[in-house]
């Protein structure tokens, strides 16, 4: 291993012989700011260095500050490390580093290529106390730290890119990006960054650091991680995962010392566990928001849920912690190679008016929810793509909330799954004030929505040429999530050429309302394409049901009292068999013009309701009736059900 005293030696000695050959006998040699022999990085500092910020360092090996020594890094340094498991910067007990990056002129540590695991990453090594005692041994380069002085000062940070850290040393053990052992909480750490390391964004071994401005991308382990007893605090940080494979948000394991966790947003676009304590580990959380992720809160040894509180209350791991987020990845400017995926995810609440851009393929990747005076205008051509994260990934409009789908037929809205499979996702969901059976105020069997009042005319917005497909998300044994429910929406809500497509349960439901649609086209939903309780007592005109997959129920399913629907030009086609219409207890409908083929039994009144309720062009349904010579809806000028994300 080269040394870096050595290179310093020979700097001093050339150095020194410049200055006596221009200087008068009476001037020292003096060297404020030594510089490294062939910009390379590498051995061991004994002595205060000033990096040259004009420069592009190589970091070929272990670059070591000893202790006693101070390391500065000017605004705008760029280190290149070499790829290895033995490449990193440590800074020793009682060693200082000085970064003094700025907004503009960020410091980057990364390896040539960016990749993960590329090299170690960078080391500090503290006074601090940790519960594993004094001058313990670390996992990386065998390192001592810790002591008693919890106010201990390695330095400054500010500003700071370290990317494609994380190489393996063992089978049990890698570096971080940035690895802080025992370090105290006399060290400013502020606006760090730590893209796509193999192991964990930035990890704390005890000590009392507090660390503000993180921003933490595709860390293939954990983004934060904590243990031994560390209690300092974080404080706006932006965690974001879009690729597969990564473990958690945040892991803390060992004793509880009750860190600080303020203004935490992370962001998944591929599920995973947000928050992961281990054995007695706890923090204090304010201003967490969660979204996309599998599990919000996962208590791996069952250690004491009290230990971790949000919000003033006791952590729940039922709830999903969707707020709007208290940190923006658009905060992170200076960050040069960021994503730019924050900008792409819809997430939490609309309280007031968001139009989004159909330039943009969004990501849905937990609930998006229009609240009472929000509206969410959707524009001709937008591609909304819903994460395969079953019953946490819908959009839902609340009493008094309005949705604008302003798709045309030559460019539909696209609302779907990647993949397009059944259960992927939610759907869409509707709540409105008008009547339904269940009275005023009622709860919704999704999400716990409250809807029902007394205005038959509501108006929750309008929705035109919209393709939907993937959803029916299992909610529980009994319930499941439809292609769009609609709770007692109002006459004054516009619906028109929507296509629901490859869903688990229901197509449409209404719940009671009296809403109306026109031009449906419903194919291979694995419950019933039409469905409605409650009273609805609405007009769906221009209906296609296409049934060709085993297992569906039924084209239409009808339940409790009989708010007598009109059905105008309804077409049912199978190519499986199964049940055309079936009515539950006293409901019905007034049908015209009605098609059906290729089912087994076209009428079902399945608890022996009154035929008298379902009448077909006029006269009472009749189930052995084949009812084929009505005249086909005709679809095949509707183009704009083809369309894909």
């Known amino acids: 291993m080269k040394k870096m005293t050595k290179n310093l030696a020979v700097l001093f000695l050339l150095f020194s012989g410049l200055i006596f050959t221009a200087c008068s006998e009476d001037n020292d040699p003096i060297i404020d700011n030594p510089q490294v022999e062939n910009d390379e990085l590498n051995g061991e500092l004994n002595e205060n260095l000033t990096l040259d910020p004009s420069v592009e360092y190589k970091l070929t090996g272990s670059f070591e500050v000893l202790a006693g020594n101070t390391l500065t890094i000017p605004a705008g340094t760029k280190i290149v490390a070499s790829k290895g498991t033995e490449v990193y910067i440590a800074i020793h007990k009682d060693a200082d580093i000085v970064i003094n990056g700025t907004q503009g002129n960020p410091v980057v540590m990364r390896s040539a290529n960016g990749q993960p695991g590329d090299w170690g990453g960078l080391v500090i090594l503290g006074n601090g106390i940790t519960t594993e005692g004094v001058d313990v041994t670390a996992e990386v380069g065998g390192f001592k730290y810790g002591g008693t002085n919890n106010s201990d000062n390695s330095g400054t940070i500010e500003y700071l890119v370290i990317e494609g850290a994380g190489a393996q040393i063992n089978a049990d053990s890698q570096y971080n990006g940035l690895s802080l052992y025992a370090v105290g909480s006399g060290t400013t750490i502020n606006n760090v960054a730590i893209l796509d390391g193999a192991d964990d964004g930035i990890e704390f071994f005890g000590g009392a650091v507090s660390a503000t401005n993180l921003y933490l991308e595709n860390n293939e382990d954990d983004s934060v991680d904590w243990t031994e007893g560390w209690n300092g605090t974080i404080t706006n940080v932006y965690v974001l995962h879009t690729i597969g494979g990564f473990s958690t948000a945040i892991e803390a394991d060992g004793v509880n010392n009750n860190p600080q966790i303020i203004n935490f947003t992370a962001v998944s676009t591929t599920g995973g566990t947000a928050l992961q304590f281990k054995k007695e580990s706890g923090a204090t959380f304010e201003g967490l928001s969660l979204t996309g992720y599998d599990t919000s809160v996962d208590m791996r040894d069952n250690g004491p849920l009290a230990n971790v509180v949000v919000e003033g209350n006791v952590a729940n791991p039922e709830v999903n912690y969707t707020i709007p987020a208290t940190v923006s990845a658009n905060a992170f400017t200076w960050i040069n190679n960021r994503s730019s995926v924050d ?159 490859s869903g688990a349960d229901d197509g449409v439901e209404f719940f009671g309302g009296t809403v109306s649609a026109t031009n449906l086209y419903l194919e291979n939903l694995e419950d019933d394409a039409v469905d409605w309780t409650e009273g609805w007592n609405g007009t769906v005109t221009n209906v296609y049901v296409n049934h060709t997959i085993e297992n569906f129920s039924t084209a239409v399913e009808a339940d409790g009292a009989n708010g007598d629907p009109k059905l105008v030009n309804f077409t049912a086609i199978s190519t499986t068999g199964g049940t055309a219409l079936q009515f539950k207890k006293e409901s019905g409908a007034t049908i015209t013009n009605l098609y059906l083929e290729g089912y087994e039994k076209n009428i079902d009144m399945r608890d022996g309701g009154p035929l008298a309720n379902v009448k077909i062009d006029g006269a009472i349904a009749v189930p052995e009736d084949a009812y084929n010579l009505g005249s086909k809806v005709d679809v095949s000028t509707w183009t704009w059900i083809d369309a894909e994300l």
Request: glycine letters at 16%; proline letters at 3%; hydrophobic letters at 35%.
């Open 343 to 501: 900008s792409n995810i819809l997430q939490g609440t609309v309280d007031g008016t968001v139009t989004l851009d159909p330039a943009v393929t969004y990501n849905l990747n937990s609930s998006y929810i229009v609240q009472d005076g929000g509206k969410l205008v959707i524009p001709a051509g937008t591609k909304i793509v819903a994460r395969d994260g079953g019953t946490d990934v819908y959009i839902a409009v609340l009493k008094g909330g309005m949705i604008d789908i302003q798709g045309t037929e030559a460019n539909p809205v696209v609302i779907s799954s990647a993949n397009g499979n059944p259960g992927d996702w939610g759907g869409l969901t509707i709540v409105g004030d008008a009547t339904t059976t269940e009275g005023v105020d009622a709860v919704a069997e999704v999400g716990g929505f409250v809807y029902g009042g007394n205005n038959d005319e509501d108006n929750s917005g309008s929705i035109k040429y919209l393709v939907i497909s993937g959803t029916g998300a299992q909610i529980n044994s009994e319930s499941q999530y439809n292609g769009i429910s609609f709770y007692a929406v109002g006459s004054g809500t516009t619906v028109e050429n929507i296509a629901v497509l």
